[in-house]
């Protein structure tokens, strides 16, 4: 399974932007998807996931009503969408995904895109 994160980018705090997470090799379909970001000096953090049945969701209380995932199982996508961006969303965003199928595990990880906002 390979994941390409993009849509990263460089933006002022108050804009929006849209990531994106291409999955190759496996279907997204039945399968959990994570977003995840790291900031420079901070451990790894869980942002927002898609879980394996598609419908149900779940949230970073940081970023709980301004950012939202999707997926689109044809597309083999999922999507982030993150609204008010603020400086402290600054991080280097990666998605991931289970080996197994309903598991709320992440094994497999993109190569993650930078997203930079500036106050």
């Known amino acids: 399974v390979q994941l390409q994160a993009s849509g990263g980018g460089l933006v002022q705090a108050g804009d929006s932007l849209r990531l994106s997470c291409v999955a190759s090799?496996?279907?997204?379909?039945?399968?959990?998807m994570g977003w995840f970001r790291q900031a420079p000096g901070k451990d790894r953090e869980f942002v927002s996931a898609s879980k394996w049945s598609g419908i149900s969701t779940e949230y970073a209380d940081s970023v709980k009503g301004r950012f939202t995932i999707s997926r689109d199982n044809l597309k083999n996508t999922v999507y982030l969408q993150m609204n008010s961006l603020k400086p402290e969303d600054t991080a280097v965003y990666f998605c991931?995904?289970?080996?197994?199928?309903?598991?709320?595990?992440?094994?497999?990880w993109g190569q993650g895109t930078q997203v930079t906002v500036s106050s």
């Open positions: 090799g496996r279907t997204i379909n039945g399968f959990h």
């Open positions: 991931a995904t289970a080996r197994f199928p309903y598991r709320a595990e992440y094994d497999y």
